[in-house]
């Protein structure tokens, strides 16, 4: 109780000391005061911030560090599960290369990441998560091993599986050999003696079956499967060394046989011997099903150090759920804490406002009247002269602005009345010289019409004369074409006229020719003539020979019946060559009319390009007298639109004037209206007389 008296005194007593400052000392103590209490509330906020972060600082490099260890150690786990699966299923020795360096490359990643990771749990005193790290550790090296020596068991496997399928093929190929020498041995003397026959069909079965089995042994993967087919095999094959005894008994050859003998050794060590084809392939597939009984193991090995990974990732993921609660209280209280203090800080800034405003108010108050009347036009007021500090200067600086806005305001109404009695003038001068200039425009307007009718007159003869110009130009040229074309005409006919020359020159030689070739065909028609007779004597002869010129006979008919086709085919020629020299006399009849028109032709087309030529040079005479029509007028054109364009000019330069004088005019009328306007506002005021 008596510290709450002695607090509340001690408030007091600071606004009592308050009140008697200086306006700037009150709000510099109030500004203190606020500053202060905002400051202690950001210095609980900072020292809370910086626990916080604390906090969080070793959240992230214990827990969170250990968190992404384990993870990256359970991922890199994962991966060897996969690469062990990939390595004991692998086809081939690359495969398994491939696979194995792969695995390498990620244990010595994986080493080194536990090998940190546990360096880190130690340094930190995380003895859980090093134990499980460690743990790891020793755990790729017990995986290193066992993939080492299932690596090295593979590829003895895949060797010797490569060794056996050479010896395989080998073991085919010399088997066929063997029951095909067998075959050309025996047959003969099985088909003379039933017993050798008996034998030989014995040692065939037993031989196709050991070939069946042996090529059946190739797709079984069991060993206890390859143990039943080598016993069939090996029955099988005692048969069949008995059939082959017996057989080398009964025929000779067999046992003298260097190749027969050769195979069936190497056939009996393959088959009976621990070394041999048959017993490497059980061995060899025996060692892979150790290597799949590895396989097991590896897994399991594997997936119980992921599961021990997963354990370590929960106990790590449970001490930062710890560590994160505690920040969330700790943020929680430090938010309290400041809320507090800014609670505080907001109830002094309240106070300390209203202390203030209490202080300041009275001559806010003054100001507030002066002013509300100077805005409402009145100058005659004015602030008090008992306040003191700084409302004292205030209150003479707004006395002051009062008394020189009135002096302006005076002046102001006397320059206004002074400005409204030059408007008026300026708007009668300008009245005057405006109609002056409205004359000057219309005399303006009429000249330029008259020099514009002139310049179309002008323009229309320009025109006029251009298009006859252009008439006797386009005449001109086609006049000049059409001499071109009587030229290339003449030459037509001049060359029509050499062609006509030149053929009935080939018409002369043609009927030459036929007489020529009339010649010959009377000449071949007696050799056919005489043939004939020839031929007709010569079977009287044959006729009188009797049956010794039969043949003789046969040929003399032929060659008179040949003698009697070309006298035929030669009258057939004769009257082709006569109907030939017919159309040849005419053709040559109708060429010298031909040539006498051509004359006529040549005659008529000089006369005519003579006629043309005549009509040129008029038409050229009348462009010339065209053309200097059409410069004379083009001339005056220019003339006439060179004025109209100069008048134009100045008629355009009047009608700026008067624009500029109407602009005089309505800014004289704005100047008058706004004078009156300034009269109206200034009358508003209150001033003091």
Known sequence: MGYSMFKDFQVFSFLGRLRKMS????????????????????????????????????????????????????????????????????????????????WQELRDSTEQLLAQAVTRSQVQQQTNAATGFESSRQMIDHLDKELSLVYQALSQSYTE???????????????????????????????????????????????????????????????????????????????????????????????????????WAFFIKHVNEPQGLLSR?????????????????????????????????????????????????????????????????????????????????????????????????????????????????????????????????????????????????????????????????????????????????????????????????TADKRLKSGTAVMQQNQQTIQALDQHINSTHGAMESLLKDIGDVKTVLEVIQSIADATNLLALNAAIEAARAGEYGRGFSVVADEVRMLSKRSGEQTEQIAKVMARLEEQASTSMQLMGESRSKMGDTLNLNSE??????AVSKDIQKLRDMSHSINTATEQQREGAASITQEMGLLAQQAKENSLTLDTLAAEGQRLNALSNQQESNVGKFKLVG
């Not at 906090?55 to 060897?80: G, I």
């Not at 005519?608 to 030529?613: G, R």
Request: with cysteine.
């Open 281 to 473: 392939v059980l061995k060899n597939q025996q060692s892979i099903e150790q290597v799949g009984l590895k396989r097991t193991q590896l897994e399991a090995d594997i997936k119980a150090q992921i599961v021990e990974l997963k354990h370590l990732v929960t106990s790590i993921d449970q001490q930062s759920t710890l560590m994160v609660s505690d920040a969330e209280r700790l943020v929680t209280k430090v938010s309290f804490s400041a809320s507090i203090a800014g609670i505080i800080a907001l109830l002094v800034a309240v106070g300390s406002c209203i202390s203030i405003n209490r202080l300041i108010k009275r001559p806010i108050d003054d100001l507030a009247t002066v002013t509300r009347a100077m805005a409402n036009g009145d100058f005659t007021l004015h602030m008090q002269n008992g306040w003191s500090g700084e409302f004292a200067k205030v209150a003479g600086w707004v006395n002051e602005v009062a008394e020189n806005t009135n002096h302006s305001l005076s002046e102001i109404v006397q320059v206004t009345s002074e400005l409204e009695t030059m408007a008026t003038s300026n708007a009668s001068i300008t009245g005057d010289i405006k109609g002056k200039n409205d004359n000057q425009n219309t005399s303006l307007g009429s000249v330029s019409s008259a020099i514009a009718q002139m310049a179309n007159a002008s323009q229309e003869i320009a025109g006029i004369a251009s298009d006859s110009f252009q008439q006797t130009e």
């Open 161 to 263: 599986e490569v060794e056996l399928r050479k010896i395989f093929s080998q073991f085919v190929l010399q088997s066929t050999e063997l029951y095909n020498d067998m075959g050309y041995q025996v047959e003969p003397y099985a088909l003379e003696d039933q017993y050798i026959r008996d034998i030989y069909r014995n040692y065939m079965s037993a031989s196709q079956r050991v070939q069946l089995k042996s090529f059946e042994l190739v797709s079984v993967d069991s060993p206890a499967a390859i143990t039943k087919l080598l016993e069939t095999i090996r029955a099988s094959t005692k048969r069949l060394a008995s059939s082959f005894d017996d057989l080398g008994f009964e025929v000779e050859s067999i046992t003298k046989h260097a190749d027969i003998t050769s195979n």
């Open 608 to 613: 005519l390009s003579e006629a043309i030529t």
């Open 23 to 102: 306006i700037p000392r009150q709000v510099v103590m109030v500004v203190v005061v606020i500053a202060s209490t905002f400051v202690t509330a950001i210095l609980i906020a900072i020292i809370g911030l910086n626990t916080i972060q604390n906090r969080n600082q070793e959240l992230a490099s214990h827990s969170l560090v250990a968190l992404q260890n384990a993870s990256d150690a359970e991922a890199a786990y994962l991966q060897m599960n996969h690469l062990v699966l990939a390595i004991l299923t692998s086809e081939d020795q690359s495969q398994l290369d491939v696979l194995y360096a792969d």
